[in-house]
């Protein structure tokens, strides 16, 4: 149940980032509540916030190292992305930290932008962590 609902929620969020280039505090931290909540009824609260704790971390670094890079809206969405991979073991919360900026890079280059939302990326690494995690 957890992985179809945060994968309905990514999907929302990416197509909200991709028309809007913002991701809102209604769409984000819901999904990271929910995440926890499920998180800690399932046996994983711990896994969960540590997860999210560092992934924020990582990104509320980058946001204030460059906040034109980096918006608050990929902070806030590191927390629940971070909840949901932490909970599948540190290799799929690495797997999606790394992938999301390697994919973000990727498209800009290979698309000639000079700015990609970060959320489509930080959505589609989370999943496709979450999927070798599943294999």
């Known amino acids: ?38 998180a800690a009824g399932s046996g994983h609260g711990r896994a969960a916030a540590v997860g999210a704790g560092l992934l924020a971390a990582v990104y509320l670094l980058a946001h204030v190292a460059a906040p034109a890079a980096m918006g ?23 797997l999606a930290a790394i992938g999301a900026p390697l994919l973000t890079a990727a498209i800009g280059v290979v698309g000639g932008h000079r700015t990609v939302p970060h959320g489509p990326s930080m959505c589609a690494a989370s999943a496709a962590a979450l999927g070798l995690a599943l294999l």
């Open 1 to 38: 149940m957890l992985i179809g609902v945060a994968l309905l929620w990514m999907v929302v969020l990416t197509g909200y980032d991709v028309g809007q280039r913002r991701l809102p505090n209604w769409l984000t931290l819901p999904g990271f509540v929910a995440i926890m909540a499920i």
């Open 72 to 94: 608050a809206g990929d902070v806030k969405l590191a927390l629940g992305l971070g909840a949901l991979t932490g909970c599948f073991g540190g290799h799929v919360w690495l």
